[in-house]
């Protein structure tokens, strides 16, 4: 068994075309306090200077950092990130953007909060343009920066909006205990119900609901839809704490129409449906066809 197959936790980093965020992100997954995990790229069809930034964390990482690349057909990010699910190994997957830098504690975070019956998502930092530009060109070590020294900067410094100022909570938590060791609490709902861009699950459940739903095509809906299938088997939502917030870099808005994913989402929320319509079954079943087909060439 390779060092990778024997790590607890994945984590799978979505990108697209965004190779100077990618190469950060790297950055801090290598830095982390904890190095037993594993991490999956999961690159939805780009092109050649993120496999170059890949390629140069292959170097520090070794065996532990795998690539999955689909064609560019568009959004086709549910389909991307069974695939990299398919090619993860750990009993534990945590899903996060590409676009979205881990502190350096948050491997630690979600691993201990990685317990039986729970799935896991996250809050997040929305990063000014000035201070994510400054990041990207000037390579910031944001992800080794104290709670305290984000709390004193000015918030036109930091904040993307003015309201995450009033949320001290999301690097300093004094109220909100919404953790998988305390049964008794509420379940925790990701700010804006974003799931995306931090989801962790145990790789049985995620096999239990047969993955992302790969009818999802163009922006957003498919991690709501696996949350919500994901509670309907049984599991509750926790949060990891605040190790585990995201700094998510500013960005134009990337968003299309959701038309049809909001009527899918509908479609599950209306249903008892647990397991996706096509999922991680359907996928393997294409890989393993696609094989047989190259093979027999």
Not at 23 to 32: R, S, W
Not at 105 to 116: E, G
Not at 168 to 190: H, K, M, N, S, Y
Not at 279 to 292: F, T, V, Y
């Amino acid at each position: 068994m390779s060092p990778a197959t024997s790590l607890p936790l994945s984590v799978i980093v979505a990108s697209y075309e965004w190779h100077d965020a990618l190469d950060l992100v790297l950055e801090a997954l290598a830095e982390q306090s904890n190095p037993h995990f594993a991490v999956v790229v999961a690159d939805d069809g780009s092109g050649h200077e993120t496999h170059a930034v890949v390629e140069r964390w292959q170097a520090v990482f070794g065996d532990r950092l795998v690539h999955t690349w689909q064609v560019d057909d568009g959004y086709r990010r549910a389909r991307s990130l069974n695939l990299a699910a398919l090619h993860a190994r750990s009993r534990f997957l945590v899903f996060i953007d590409g676009d979205c830098v881990p502190r350096r504690r948050f491997v630690d975070a979600i691993i201990r909060a990685a317990l039986p019956g729970w799935f896991l998502a996250s809050k997040r930092l929305n990063l000014s343009a000035e201070l994510s530009r400054r990041a990207l060109e000037q390579r910031l070590p944001i992800w080794r920066w104290s709670a305290l020294r984000w709390l004193v900067l000015e918030p036109s410094e930091v904040f993307d909006s003015p309201r995450e100022v009033g949320r001290p909570g999301l690097l300093v938590p004094i109220r909100d205990r919404r953790r998988p060791w305390r049964p008794t609490q509420p379940e925790f709902a990701p700010p804006f119900d974003g799931y995306g861009f931090c989801l962790g699950v145990a790789r049985d459940d995620l096999e239990r609901v047969n993955g992302f739903d790969m009818r999802f095509t163009g922006w957003g809906g498919e991690d709501v839809d696996v949350a919500t299938r994901l509670r309907r088997a049984g599991l509750r939502c926790g949060w990891p704490g605040a190790q585990a917030t995201m700094l998510h870099l500013w960005h134009l808005e990337r968003k299309g129409a959701m038309s049809p994913n909001t009527s899918l989402v509908a479609e599950t929320v209306s249903s008892e449906r647990i397991e996706s319509v096509e999922g991680l079954r359907e996928l393997a079943r294409e890989l393993q066809a696609n094989a047989s087909r190259a093979g027999s060439v």
